[in-house]
């Protein structure tokens, strides 16, 4: 399958401070980014729908100005987690797919911690 | 918000036992696809569906498309403990662009 790359795999930081995580489609152009937080034990959920040159479309509790989603390219998207605090440590996982009926593929996760 | 419900989400068996999973929803799907994630890792795509009444194999693994497209499920024959692991559906619908995921499976194989 098609590669997905995500970085970093985990971060720490201290509350207050931003976080910014990459996703990265390594071998095709992903027209579509799906940003996704999933809590120990649970499922995913999406936070948001990116595509390439638009601003990102929130899923409804999804704070816009504390999740901020680029997805300037055709191969890379960033989510920044603004003014971090402990509720917000979580797995984060972004996916990517080239055109609405192919498949989507994932990146291996980001596990932020918020101290 | 479309509704997509998986069931059961644990399931905990002895190796050799056969298993499904179900995921259905209210509308229908453009396509449906399984997944399979390890803890700390991303799902990793197992198969997609995208015919009514499709069914695709993967070893031990059954994959069936609903002929509606509502509902699709998973049966594994014969489990072994390497089958441990989360279970994910996640499916495209027509009015949407979203992928969105059912509560998932978490399945348990004991030696």
Redesign the interface.
């Known amino acids: 399958?098609a590669v997905?790359s995500?970085h970093p795999s985990w971060v720490i930081c201290k509350s207050g401070t931003s976080v910014k995580i990459e996703c990265r489609s390594l071998d095709f152009q992903a027209t579509?980014m799906?940003w996704?937080r999933q809590f120990p034990?649970?499922?995913?959920?999406?936070m948001a729908?990116s595509n390439e040159g638009s601003k990102a479309t929130y899923e409804?509790g999804v704070e816009k100005d504390k999740f901020l989603i680029n997805h300037a390219s055709l191969t890379l998207s960033t989510l920044t987690v603004t003014s971090a605090h402990p509720e917000d440590s979580s797995?984060y996982?972004c996916?990517a797919?080239f055109r609405?009926?192919t498949?989507?593929?994932?990146?291996?996760?980001t596990?932020l911690t918020v101290v | 918000?479309q509704l997509l419900e998986?069931s059961p989400q644990f399931l905990s068996i002895q190796e050799g036992e056969n298993l499904t999973v179900y995921c259905n929803s209210s509308s229908v799907f453009?396509?449906l696809?399984w997944?399979r994630q390890e803890p700390?890792?991303?799902?990793?795509?197992l198969v997609?569906v995208v015919t009514g009444g499709e069914v695709k194999k993967l070893k031990r693994l059954t994959f069936q498309f609903g002929d509606a497209r509502k509902d699709s499920s998973l049966h594994i024959t014969a489990a072994q403990p390497g089958d441990t692991g989360?279970y994910?559906c996640?499916g495209?619908w027509y009015n949407n662009?979203?992928?969105?995921?059912?509560?998932?499976t978490?399945l348990t194989v004991k030696p």
């Open positions: 399958g997905v995500q579509t799906f996704y034990k649970q499922s995913l959920m999406l729908t409804q797995f996982i996916s797919r609405s009926d498949e989507a593929f994932f990146g291996q996760g596990r | 918000t998986q453009s396509s696809q997944y700390g890792e991303g799902p990793v795509l997609t989360l994910l996640a495209y662009n979203d992928m969105r995921f059912g509560a998932g978490r």
